[in-house]
C-alpha cells in the first residue's frame, strides 16, 4: 500500500461499509459482515412484498412514466402528481421518525425494520418507502455533518446519471428530509436482490460483476458524459468498471436495467489533509468534472482504487485536477464577481453561480480570499453566506440534541429553542468571535493572514439577512415583520418548525414542462400565468442541478415562445437573449 491508504482504507471499511440507500443494507467491513449486505437486500426485497395491497408501487409508476414520450400530453403531468405525491408521503412519514428518535422502538410510531447493516442506525420502510438517517454512528465520516453531506453526494451523483438520460438505464425516486436537525433519506424501494447485482461490486472489491452487456454498455455511456476514467476493480478477478466500484447495476425483477448507491459517484477532491474520512464527503463538482481537460477515476485515494496497476497515474491526474481548480478555476470565479457592481451582485444567486462553474460551497472562504479588500459589497457577501452555513451547523447539532433530551414528539421546545438561537445571533458578541475558528475550518482561507476582524460587528448589519437565509435553510417560517433593534426573539415569533426537501430535479422539470405545454392552449392573461410558473420551475430545477442540458434547452424554448407574445420590443428582445443563454 502506498502513502495514499491508510489503515482505515486498508480493507475497504470507507468505500464499503455504507449504507446501500436503495435496499437498505450495508457494507461489509466491519466482523465480516459481507453476508449482511447480501442477507439484508434479501430481506427487504421481502418486506417489499408482503406490502399491503393499499402500499403504491412508486418504481413501477415512476418508470412508467419516465418511459412514455414526451409528446405525450399526459405524461409530464402525472409525473409532478406522482414525484409531489410521493415528496407528501415521505415528508409525512420522515417527520413522524425524526421526532421519535428519542423513544425506545417498541413505543415508536413507525417501527424500525431489520434488514441487515449497523452503519447510519435505524432503518423504516412504510408505503414501499425506506427511510434511513444519515448519522455518522460508525464513525466513518467524523461527523454527523459530515455523514450528511454524503447524503446529499448520494442525491447529486443520483440526478448526475440521471441527467445523462441514457436509455434503458432507470433510477429510483429520492427524497432528503432535514427535520430538527436530522437528515433522512427516502428512497422507493426497487425490485431488487443480492440476486439480481450484476455490475460492480457488494463486498469490497473481492467479487466484481461486469457480464451483463446491456448494463456495461448503459454505463460506459455514462462515463463519457460524466467525463470518467474506466479502471479495474477486483481482487482475484479484476473487471475494468467505468464507474464507482461500490455502485451497483442490477438487472431487477422487473427486467429493468437499474444503477444504485451513487454516494460516490464523482472523483474525490485531494483536500484531505490526512483527514482520509474526507474522501467520502469532499468530492468534486460534477460541472468542474465534465468541463475537465481529460476524463478522471472516481476510485483514488480508497480501496476500491488499488487494483489497477496505473493507479499512481490517476491519483496524480486528480492532484492537478484539484490544482487546477484552487489556482485556475476559483480565482477566475473571484475576478469574474469582483468585476460586479453592488446592484450585479444582489442580483445573482451566489451558491448556484458558484455551482455552475463546478466550485463547492466549502470553497467560498477560497473566493473570498481572492476578492481585493476594496470590493467591500463582494467579500460581505460571501462572508453573509460563510456565516449562515456555519450557523445551520451549529443549530442543526443543537436540534439533535434536543430531540435525545426530550425524548418525544413536540414542537414548543423546539420553538423556544429557536428563539434563543437567534438571540444568541443578535445579541453576544464573544460567541460569534468564537465562530471564528468554526467558520476558518469549515471553509478555509476565509480570512487572510493577520486580518483583525470582529465578526460580530462585521455581520451586526446583515442580522435580519442571515436570520432570514437560515429560516429559509432549516425550513423555518418567522412571523412578519420581525424587528430586531433592542428587542428579542419569542418562540410565538417563531411560526412553523418546518422540513426542507431536496429532491431529484425532475419534479421542477416536470411541473415546467407541463406548465409550458398549458400555455400553449391558453388565453392571454393565463397563459402568462403559466408562463411564470413555467419559468419559475425551470429556474429551480436548474438551480437544483445546474448542469442539465435538456433542462436549459427547453428553458430556452419555452422563454422564446413567451418572447413572441411580448408586445413591446425591448421586453422581446431581453427575453430572446435570455432564451439563446439557455439554448
Not at 433522512?184 to 425490485?191: E, F, K, N, Q, Y
Not at 481482487?235 to 461500490?246: H, Q, R, S, V, Y
Request: proline share 3%.
Amino acid at each position: 500500500m502506498d502513502a495514499y491508504d491508510s489503515d482505515l482504507v486498508a480493507s475497504g471499511e470507507i468505500a464499503s461499509d455504507r449504507t446501500n440507500y436503495w435496499t437498505g443494507n450495508e457494507g461489509s467491513a466491519y466482523d465480516g459482515e459481507t453476508e449482511a449486505r447480501e442477507v439484508g437486500r434479501d430481506l427487504i426485497f421481502e418486506e417489499r412484498s408482503k406490502a399491503s395491497g393499499a402500499d403504491r408501487d412508486w418504481n413501477d409508476e415512476f418508470q412508467c412514466l419516465l418511459e412514455k414520450d414526451d409528446s405525450d400530453p399526459r405524461k409530464f403531468r402525472e409525473l409532478s402528481q406522482l414525484a409531489n405525491d410521493f415528496i407528501y408521503s415521505a415528508k409525512l412519514y420522515g417527520k413522524i421518525i425524526c421526532s421519535e428518535v428519542g423513544l425506545p422502538s417498541a413505543k415508536k410510531t413507525i417501527k424500525p425494520v431489520q434488514i441487515g447493516g449497523v452503519a447510519g442506525g435505524d432503518k423504516y420502510i412504510v408505503s414501499n418507502i425506506l427511510f434511513k438517517f444519515a448519522l455518522d454512528n460508525l464513525g466513518l465520516y467524523e461527523g454527523d455533518e459530515f455523514a450528511s453531506k454524503a447524503a446529499g453526494h448520494e442525491l447529486k451523483g443520483l440526478m448526475s446519471y440521471f441527467s445523462c438520460q441514457v436509455k434503458d438505464l432507470c433510477f429510483p425516486l429520492m427524497a432528503l428530509i432535514d427535520f430538527k436537525g436530522y437528515r433522512l433519506i427516502a428512497v422507493s424501494v426497487l425490485p431488487i436482490s443480492s440476486a439480481t447485482l450484476k455490475y460492480g461490486s457488494a463486498d469490497s472489491g473481492r467479487t466484481v460483476f461486469a457480464d451483463n452487456e446491456d448494463l456495461c454498455r448503459s454505463i460506459q455511456d455514462c462515463a463519457k458524459i460524466l467525463n470518467l476514467r474506466g479502471h479495474m476493480v477486483g481482487e482475484a478477478n479484476p473487471k475494468e468498471l467505468f464507474a464507482a466500484g461500490d455502485i451497483e447495476g442490477h438487472v431487477g425483477e422487473d427486467s429493468r436495467l437499474y444503477l444504485v448507491d451513487m454516494a460516490r459517484a464523482l472523483p474525490p477532491e485531494n483536500s484531505h489533509n490526512g483527514k482520509r474520512s474526507s474522501l467520502l464527503h469532499q468530492l468534486l463538482r460534477p460541472e468542474f468534472v465534465q468541463s475537465y481537460s481529460h476524463a478522471l477515476c472516481p476510485d483514488v485515494f480508497l480501496y476500491w482504487g488499488n487494483f489497477d496497476s496505473n493507479k499512481l497515474k490517476f491519483q496524480d491526474e486528480i492532484l492537478q485536477a484539484t490544482k487546477f481548480l484552487h489556482e485556475t478555476t476559483i480565482p477566475k470565479f473571484a475576478s469574474y464577481l469582483s468585476a460586479l457592481t453592488p446592484a450585479q451582485f444582489s442580483e445573482i444567486r451566489l451558491t448556484e453561480e458558484l455551482h455552475r462553474q463546478g466550485i463547492n460551497c466549502r470553497h467560498l472562504g477560497r473566493v473570498r480570499s481572492h476578492i481585493p479588500r476594496q470590493v467591500t459589497h463582494v467579500r460581505e457577501g460571501i462572508l453573509h453566506e460563510i456565516s449562515s452555513r456555519t450557523l445551520k451547523t451549529e443549530f442543526r447539532e443543537m436540534m439533535r440534541r434536543k430531540v435525545v433530551e426530550i425524548s418525544a414528539p413536540g414542537i414548543s421546545p423546539f420553538r423556544e429553542l429557536t428563539a434563543d438561537f437567534f438571540n444568541l445571533i443578535i445579541s453576544t458578541s464573544t460567541w460569534w468571535n468564537d465562530l471564528v475558528e468554526k467558520i476558518n475550518l469549515k471553509f478555509p482561507e476565509t480570512f487572510k493572514l493577520n486580518e483583525k476582524f470582529d465578526l460580530f460587528e462585521e455581520n451586526r448589519k446583515n442580522f435580519r439577512s442571515i436570520i432570514s437565509r437560515l429560516a429559509e435553510m432549516m425550513g423555518f417560517k418567522l412571523k412578519i415583520p420581525f424587528q430586531l433593534e433592542n428587542e428579542k426573539f419569542l418562540p410565538h415569533d417563531i411560526k412553523n418548525i418546518g422540513v426542507k426537501i431536496k429532491f431529484m430535479n425532475i419534479v421542477d422539470y416536470a411541473m415546467a414542462m407541463e406548465a409550458s405545454r398549458e400555455a400553449s392552449f391558453s388565453e392571454s392573461k393565463i397563459q402568462r400565468k403559466f408562463f411564470e410558473i413555467a419559468d419559475h420551475h425551470f429556474r429551480s430545477a436548474v438551480s437544483a442541478f445546474p448542469n442539465t442540458p435538456k433542462v436549459l434547452l427547453e428553458w430556452g424554448k419555452m422563454l422564446k415562445r413567451r418572447a413572441l407574445t411580448l408586445t413591446k420590443a425591448d421586453f422581446q428582445l431581453e427575453e430572446l437573449k435570455r432564451a439563446r443563454e439557455k439554448i
